[in-house]
Nanobody
Framework: QVQVAESGGGLVQAGDSLRLSCTAS??????????MAWFRQAPGKEREFVAA????????EYADSVKGRFTASRDGAKKSLVLQMNSLKPEDTAVYYC?????????????????WGQGTQVTVSS
């Protein structure tokens, strides 16, 4: 059974920073085998791509709206995906979802990801 779990959401002010983490694990794969991504969904809107990193950790993709402000990375042991969010804006307010696929490319497409977390709320006040 695959388990994808996010952590780190919260309420911050515009201009602040926040760090989200996600782990994916399932036998026989461990977190080192997963290409992982962040998507977000604001009230009344479609779920949209935020960032992705391939399972090797060599390729990252970002949505234009977060490029230069958000950074996706794996931790030193590649056990989790980290999303460092800086210069947060009220329009970044959404539920952030972590998604995973085994050994895939760093895709922007929701349909490429086979496993999803429950989401974590990020609220940015103006």
């Amino acid at each position: 059974q695959v388990q994808v779990a996010e952590s780190g959401g919260g309420l911050v002010q515009a201009g602040d920073s926040l760090r989200l983490s996600c782990t994916a694990s399932a036998r026989p794969f461990d977190s080192n085998s997963w290409t992982m991504a962040w998507f977000r969904q604001a009230p009344g809107k479609e779920r949209e791509f935020v960032a992705a990193i391939n399972w090797i950790g060599t390729i990252t993709e970002y949505a234009d709206s977060v490029k230069g402000r958000f950074t996706a990375s794996r931790d030193g042991a590649k056990k989790s995906l980290v999303l460092q969010m800086n210069s947060l804006k009220p329009e970044d307010t959404a539920v952030y979802y972590c998604a995973a696929q085994a050994y895939g490319r760093a895709s922007r497409l929701r349909t490429d990801y086979t496993h999803w977390g429950q989401g974590t709320q990020v609220t940015v006040s103006s």
